[in-house]
Nanobody
Framework: QVQLVESGGGLVQAGGSLRLSCTAS????????MGWFRQAPGQERDFVAA????????RYADSVKRRFVISRDNAKNTVYLQMNNLKFEDTAVYYC????????????WGQGTQVTVSS
């Protein structure tokens, strides 16, 4: 079955960096757009970044532009989120998800990884 497993979260000081990974299995990873989302306590889940399946076009939330970089390695069935210059407000559970290209909805989600930024 489809599985998405995030890793790489942790505790980091403001200004620091983390790299999240999401390893996929159970489907043809290279044929799907992939996205990262985050959810802070008491808030809705928000879009962070996305990367398309073929051209690897990327898109970012305004709040993370020029600080976060999404990338993918189709040979490893893995999508990454490099997070630099982290801020306290980046604290959240981060989720990866997959989407059929052209669809408006992400169909499958990982279990999430906690990122905590201390100020």
């Amino acid at each position: 079955q489809v599985q998405l497993v995030e890793s790489g979260g942790g505790l980091v000081q403001a200004g620091g960096s983390l790299r999240l990974s999401c390893t996929a299995s159970g489907f043809a990873f290279r044929l799907y757009d992939m996205g990262w989302f985050r959810q802070a306590p008491g808030q809705e889940r928000d879009f962070v970044a996305a990367i398309t399946w073929s051209t690897e076009d990327t898109r970012y939330a305004d709040s993370v532009k020029r600080r976060f970089v999404i990338s993918r390695d189709n040979a490893k069935n893995t999508v990454y989120l490099q997070m630099n210059n982290l801020k306290f407000e980046d604290t959240a559970v981060y989720y990866c998800a997959r989407r059929v290209h052209g669809s408006n909805e992400y169909s499958d989600w990982g279990q999430g990884t906690q990122v905590t930024v201390s100020s």
